[in-house]
């Protein structure tokens, strides 16, 4: 019987069976390519932060302990590949002659490297002259040294007599910062920069110089070992070989956890620093977000794909009550019933896992490009495995909750005849008798408001701890809404057609002629389905809105945040203390490309024992070549304070914290002491605070001054100018850079905001949300397009056989035509509307909610207005289309209808 | 909801009895009444047919439905044809109301406005199967041919109440489709022909939902109002009872018509000889609604 | 479907020391008996009582033609007596099991075994050729018969197509609902409404749109099968119909009145 069954629901059923698998298809495809990506972004994230880093751990050996011991203890641990002691020492300067002039420099640092440490570890150090092995100097300190490959160099040593090297190459270290991290320290408590001078040995030459003892004699290194009083430290740097999960997540426990057990086996005798750790961390949080970002923005098109599926088994629901009936006139049992209810929706269920991953595969190689599949277990298709299963389940569930759910139901009423009834004059729902949907609304406000106290902190990674909150309260807020919303349409849409048939007839009456009145009467009695499809529309509407404008707005802020960082367009960076000269500056706005330049001042101040970058800046013109965001400041607009500076030229904007630290009410005094140009002598210059600055172009994330520029070369004497923004209208920004350093060459560097956009940004923003996006854009607008054309599909057979007697009643091509335009329009216009105003409060929401994951935070929204337009002509496309298609059977022979009927 | 005591139809007009006396019994509102003509003068052509044929699918799978027939039906003539299930007689009511293209031959109605749509609006068509809007009441389904023709509000109201009573479901003006029998169904599908007053009423079937007493009704009604009215009725029917009823049988074999008609004058496959119907001629092509 | 509105009161479930009623032929050999049958609906505010009180038996090898105007609940009737609707008061019993008031599972097993089906239209399931629809309706008989097990395949191939031959359709066994003519069709249902050997057959307007020449036909086989002893219930308007009855009830505002 199964088989029978089987083969006439394939033979006779296929395009139904196959409309319901597409559907089902498209969610399986979002969630399986969504997830495909997270899986992707996340294993991306944990991939570049362990590529930067170039020495995983570094174990500091304590006072007293045998670095030796250490070393071989933590060679021994499980999943280190290469452990080397690097000894460390501090010099009281170095001294180079060159050309007959001495060079000294101040405090340096003395590095100790074994053999084979660049081969081990190939990220610490850059060759930059030279030759690889031997002493070699960093960059800056040669250039402060005047020494090159060949030339001597003497390390003070404090009391002892200086030790003299031969330079061999000089290096440049990419890794400063951790490399002379102060191991075992609070972030606090780290140097704010690595040290100026670098001087690097050999192991062996490191310890003839400074005495240390070393496993073998040192040859070639001509001075005689000196027992010195200079503290020599010990690191063992670590390269760790264990594989580590792809999630940033727990990549970051499992090493926290290793780098624990270490230190549990060293007992004391060393402390691990975790760079691996350290660069996991910020990349958990951010993955975390990533993960919330397609909870956001996967789910509801998940969701509004099964409800279209859903909209259209119910579209069939007449047809298998009928059938169910007339099995059970057969004596079928229910349970055989159900059965074959269950094949029918097993065989959905499939064909949409096939169609879902066979489409998300292609979305995902569309939107992410070839290279981007998960790396090292590259599944079905080059979709995530694991995604892929949740992705068939979900369709499963779907299958399951649309086509099986309303059989079980039926085969539960009571008789055959009352399945047979089951059509009726259409009731209000119960929901909107209890008025639900405004109490949904209402705990979306609560829900949103209460998520709002906490500042929507929906990822707390709190550091050094391995456990990640996410709130997923917050979601709340946003589903509440949208789902409220859709309740609260379909309640107006009710309202209106029930209450409105004359107002309608009205409406309608230049698409329906003499028809008006009885199209109106009809729509008003279909209210049902016109009304889903009018909710569907709004949702399908809502959600293409409110992610394209979250996407926009997330990409308006990685612009910004690369605005913030670079500047401008184009910035030129002057080399300390060499200002450009008038002809460099008039080359400057003489290259192609460039539209204006505007100079940015750049000092130091003193505001009491605490020295801040102060920019001066012309606040008339500066936001020509940037752009100011009002979130930028407080206690007044960026106009607002740019207008202050430039009416009372000593305001000055300082950061929230100074206010704090100094409470400062809009007015008061501030002295700072800036140095005078002529003297060299610090001086102190009174301002008036005028309001608040938290962010500014070029300016650092932390305390920082904003005065107008005239006032400050005033009050110093000088105009020096730190940086000279370059506007280039927003492109070329990367050839109108390398023109400019032809131009100016080794005078300044030149940055472009490109290249800052690739530099700077999480590591959120730099996985590939460009596909992202494109891959929910184009997901939303199938969604869309979906049930727009949906609309028309559902009671088509209701429809062409009112068609067919209206018709042969005499009635003309175009009214029949404009009957079905009438009713394409009034979904078209309910749909659009209230999608429209659901995406409006939706879009709100989730900026607020999703405030986290934008650097800066937005000051309003960014309206992407070409897609929405887009979007909004697919579904009227798609609506035209299928009403196009409804009115082309009204041209079939009516008889031919009637009898199909 | 039929109250069922309608068990035996009241007395409706009887067609000839009544004969140009008969009124809706609101004055405002009479259902036009054909001026009595002479009995010599042949009545105009409302329909004709010339060799039609139709033939179902193509290929060895071809069905023909109708062979090359020829018929033709004039204002005022009651005609039925008869014909077992399958023989055709659907394929040929539905070339008759313009619905169905045939094959082959040619169909004309010299009697009615040579406009398509407004042609359908002269022919009223009772079909076999359930014909109703399915979103629209009883009185609504009932109206829509009107509305159709832009009968103002008022008269539309007035002609559809007048229907439903002359076929008793004047209770069920605001019932959906659904709510009805299928017999209930059947004689709203009636009412909505009636209440169009058209110039050609085809009906097929009509009785099959029908018990007995309640087919006969609508037999009867149908005779009255397409002498009221002056229209040439044609009803198809395999019920021998009904199709007596009628002035003139046709009947369809196997797709094949043929004359069943003491008279030979009843213009079956032989349009070239005038036809003189018994009753009510009519020498215009006026149909009895106002526009 | 429904006769009359009425602000009856809702009737009384048939009490089980009522007198049972039965036909002539007395109940105690009946196939199918109906006792104090109530049916009432619900449309908006309005009850409307379909079925008040209805009692009727049908003995093997007998033919009952139920008689009436349209509306006056036949259908209901019909509906009850198949276990397909559920009477608000009364009891029908097939073969003296009670089919009323039973779980769906014990209906559907003696509609499977017992009871065969034929209804105006639509007795075929679209998407299943007509030998498909035949061979579910005799499985599902057959299937329960011997006692839920299945054997095998479902009815074999030979039985359905004996059975289409009967009917004459055995060169049309492939063809589906939409393919054959209104004659082909009713034959058709007769053949599903057949397939399971039924006791009952329970037919509603089987030739309502038949000509004369299938109608003869249909009620030929009909008579055949309750030659074999089988019970026969036909709800019509045809006086043919009538005429094959050994015995008519009418039926009028939901109540028997002859």
Not at chain 1, 885 to 890: D, Q
Not at chain 3, 28 to 38: E, P, S
Request: charged share 15%; hydrophobic share 45%.
């Amino acid at each position: 019987m199964i088989e029978t069954w089987l083969t006439g629901l394939l033979r006779r059923r296929g395009g139904r069976l196959l409309s319901v698998s597409v559907g089902i298809g498209v969610a399986v495809a979002l969630i399986a390519s969504l997830g495909t990506f997270l899986t992707i972004s996340q294993e991306t994230m944990t991939t570049r932060a362990l590529r930067s880093v170039a020495v995983d751990w570094q174990v500091q050996v304590q006072p007293g302990a045998d670095p030796a011991a250490v070393r071989a203890a933590v060679g021994a641990s499980s999943g280190v590949r290469a452990a080397l002691p690097v000894s460390m020492a501090r010099s009281t300067g170095l001294e180079a002659t060159a050309g007959g002039t001495t060079q000294t420099t101040g405090a340096a640092v003395v590095l100790g490297l074994p053999d084979g440490y660049r081969t081990q570890f190939p990220g610490e150090i850059r060759q930059l002259s030279g030759s690889p092995t031997g002493v070699l100097v960093a960059q800056q300190t040669a250039s402060n040294l005047h020494v090159r490959p060949g030339s001597q160099v003497r390390i003070g040593l404090g009391t002892s007599r200086p030790a003299t090297v031969t330079v061999a190459g000089v290096v440049d270290l990419p890794q400063a910062d951790s490399l002379f991290q102060k191991v075992g320290a609070p972030t606090g408590a780290q140097p704010s920069a690595p040290p100026d001078n670098i001087i690097l040995l050999p192991a062996a030459t490191f310890a003839a110089v400074l005495g240390t003892p070393t496993t073998t004699p040192p040859s070639g290194a001509h001075p005689t070992p000196v027992t010195s009083v200079t503290p020599v430290t010990t690191q063992v740097h670590v390269a760790r070989s264990a594989p580590l999960p792809t999630d940033p997540a727990a990549a970051y426990a499992e090493v926290l956890g290793a780098a624990h057990n270490l230190e549990a086996t060293l007992a004391g005798t060393g402390v691990v620093g975790n760079n691996v750790g350290a660069a996991l961390d910020a990349a958990r949080s951010d993955a975390a977000y990533a993960q919330m970002l397609f909870l956001f923005l996967g789910l509801p098109g998940a969701l509004l794909a099964a409800l279209l599926t859903a909209a259209l088994v119910g579209a069939g629901a007449q047809r298998r009550r009928d059938e169910q009936a007339l099995l059970r006139t057969r004596g079928l049992a229910p349970r055989a019933i159900g059965r074959l209810a269950a094949l029918e929706a097993a065989l959905v269920a499939a064909g949409g896992a096939v169609l879902g991953l066979a489409g998300g595969a292609l979305a995902s190689r569309w939107a992410f490009g070839d290279g981007a599949k998960p790396a090292g277990r590259t599944g079905l298709l080059g979709l995530s495995p694991a995604w892929s299963l949740v992705a068939v389940l979900f369709g499963a569930l779907i299958a399951g909750v649309t086509v099986l759910a309303p059989a079980a139901r039926d085969l539960r009423g009571l008789t055959v005849s009352g399945a047979r009834h089951a059509v009726g004059r259409a009731r209000s729902s119960w929901w909107m008798r209890y008025g639900l949907d405004f109490a949904v609304l209402g705990a979306a406000l609560v829900v949103f408001w209460v998520s709002s106290s906490d500042n929507y902190a929906l990822v707390l990674a709190p550091e050094g701890v391995p456990s990640i909150s996410v709130s997923y309260w917050a979601f709340l807020g946003p589903a509440l809404l949208w789902l409220g919303g859709a309740m609260l349409l379909w309640r107006l849409a009710t309202v209106a057609l029930t209450r409105g048939r004359r107002p309608l007839a009205r409406v309608i009456a230049p698409l329906t002629g003499r028809l008006a009145r009885p199209a109106a009467a009809t729509m008003s009695r279909r209210r049902r389905p016109l009304t889903r499809s009018v909710v569907l529309l709004a949702l399908a509407i809502s959600f293409a809105a409110s992610t394209a404008t979250f996407n926009a707005t997330y990409q308006q802020q990685a612009e910004a945040d690369a605005q913030l960082t670079n500047g401008a367009d184009v910035a030129v960076t002057p080399a300390p203390g060499a200002p450009l000269s008038s002809t460099a500056t008039a080359a400057i706005a003489a290259t192609p490309g460039v539209t204006r330049v505007e100079p940015l001042q750049h000092r130091f101040a003193y505001v009491g024992a605490d020295l801040q970058d102060l920019y001066g800046v012309n606040p008339g013109t500066i936001t020509s070549v940037t752009s100011l965001q009002d979130a930028y400041f407080q206690g007044g607009t960026a106009a607002q304070l740019m207008a202050a500076l430039a009416a009372k030229p000593d305001s000055i904007l300082v950061s929230d914290e100074t206010v704090k630290d100094f409470q400062l009410q809009p007015g008061d005094l501030l002295n700072l002491r800036l140095e005078d140009r002529t003297t060299h002598q610090l001086k102190t210059i009174p301002f008036h605070y005028a309001g608040i600055a938290k962010e500014f172009p070029t300016a650092p994330k932390d305390s920082f001054f904003i005065a107008n520029a005239d006032y400050v070369t005033k009050a110093t004497g000088s105009n020096a100018v730190g940086t000279y923004l370059v506007d280039t209208s927003g492109t070329n920004q990367a050839a109108v850079a390398a023109d400019l350093r032809r131009a100016l060459g080794s005078s300044a560097s030149v940055t472009d905001v490109t290249q800052t956009r690739a530099a700077v940004g999480s590591s959120l923003t730099s996985v590939n949300l460009a596909g992202l996006t494109r891959l929910e854009l184009a997901f939303a607008v199938i969604l869309a397009a979906g049930s727009g054309g949906l609309v028309l599909a559902i009671g088509l057979a209701e429809r062409r056989r009112t068609m067919a007697i209206i018709s042969v009643l005499g009635a003309r091509r175009r009214q029949l035509q404009g009957l079905v335009m009438a009713e394409a329009s009034v979904v078209a216009v309910g749909g659009l509307l209230g999608g429209a105003v659901i995406s409006w409060a939706l879009t709100q929401m989730l900026v607020k909610v999703l405030t986290g994951v934008f650097d800066p935070p937005p000051a309003s929204v960014a309206v992407p207005a070409v897609y929405l337009a887009a979007t909004v002509l697919t579904v009227v496309l798609a609506l035209a289309a299928a009403a196009a298609f409804s009115a082309r059977t009204s041209t079939r022979p009516a008889v031919e209808e009637l009898r199909d009927l | 909801m039929s109250s069922g005591t309608h068990h035996t139809p009241p007395p409706v007009p009887s067609p000839r009895s009544t004969h140009g006396e008969t009124a809706s019994p609101r004055g405002s509102t009479p259902l036009q009444t054909r001026p009595p003509q002479s009995a010599a003068e042949p009545a105009g052509l409302v329909v004709t047919c010339e060799g039609v044929a139709r033939t179902f699918g193509e290929g060895e799978r071809a069905v023909v439905a109708v062979h090359g027939s020829s018929c033709s039906v004039r204002f005022g003539t009651r005609t039925a044809i008869v014909g077992s299930s399958g023989s055709g007689k659907s394929t040929l009511l539905h070339i008759l109301a313009g619905l169905e293209r045939p094959t082959a031959g040619n169909v004309s109605w010299p009697g009615l406005s040579t406009t398509e749509h407004e042609r359908q609006g002269q022919i009223g068509v009772v079909f076999q199967s359930p014909s109703l809007v399915p979103a629209l009441t009883v009185a609504e389904n009932a109206a829509l041919p009107l509305v159709l023709a832009g009968l103002p509000e008022g008269e539309t109201a007035e002609r559809v109440s007048e229907a439903l009573r002359l076929v008793h479901v004047e209770d069920l003006a605001d019932q959906l489709p659904e709510e009805l029998s299928g017999g209930q169904a059947q004689r709203v599908a009636v009412a909505r022909v009636l209440a169009r007053r058209p110039a050609l009423i085809l009906a097929d079937e009509p009785t099959g939902q029908l018990d007995q007493a309640s087919g006969q009704h609508l037999i009867d009604v149908l005779l009255a109002t397409a002498e009221q009215i002056g229209a040439a009725l044609v009803v198809s029917t395999h019920d021998t009872e009904v199709a007596d009823r009628l002035d003139a049988q046709w009947r369809m074999q196997e797709g094949r018509l043929s004359l069943d008609d003491p008279d030979p004058r009843m213009s079956a496959g032989q349009i070239d000889q005038p036809a003189v119907p018994t009753t009510s001629p009519a020498t215009s092509r006026s149909v009895g609604f106002r526009r | 479907m429904s006769t009359t509105r009425t602000a009856a009161p809702r009737p009384p479930l048939a009490p089980a020391s009522q007198p049972r009623q039965a036909g002539e032929d007395g109940s105690g050999n009946a196939a199918l008996t109906a006792d104090h049958l109530y049916r009432f609906f619900r449309t908006g505010d309005e009850e409307i009582l379909a079925l008040r009180g209805v009692s009727l038996s049908v003995a093997p090898g007998e033919t009952v033609a139920v008689v009436g105007p349209s509306g006056c609940g036949k259908s209901t009737l019909l509906g009850c007596l198949a276990g397909l609707d559920e009477p608000d008061g009364g009891t029908v019993r097939v073969g003296g099991e009670r089919l009323s008031h039973r779980p769906e599972a014990h209906r559907a097993r003696l509609r499977a075994e017992r009871i065969g089906v034929l209804l105006q239209s639509r007795n075929l399931l679209p998407h299943l050729d007509v030998r498909a629809n035949v061979r579910l309706a005799r499985t599902a008989g057959h299937l329960r018969r011997s006692g839920g097990h299945a054997t095998g395949r479902g009815a074999p191939r030979v039985e359905v197509d004996e059975l289409l031959d009967r009917v004459g359709l055995s060169r049309r066994g492939g063809a589906y609902a939409s393919e054959l003519s209104g004659g082909e069709l009713a034959r058709a249902g007769l053949a599903v409404a057949l397939a399971n050997d039924p006791d009952i057959v329970l037919a509603d307007e089987p030739t309502g749109e038949l000509d004369g020449q299938t109608e003869k036909h249909i009620l030929q086989l009909l008579r055949e099968r309750a030659g074999a002893g089988a019970a026969l219930l036909v709800v019509t308007h045809s006086p043919r119909v009538v005429a094959i009855a050994d015995r008519v009830i009418t039926l009028h505002d939901g109540t028997v009145t002859s």
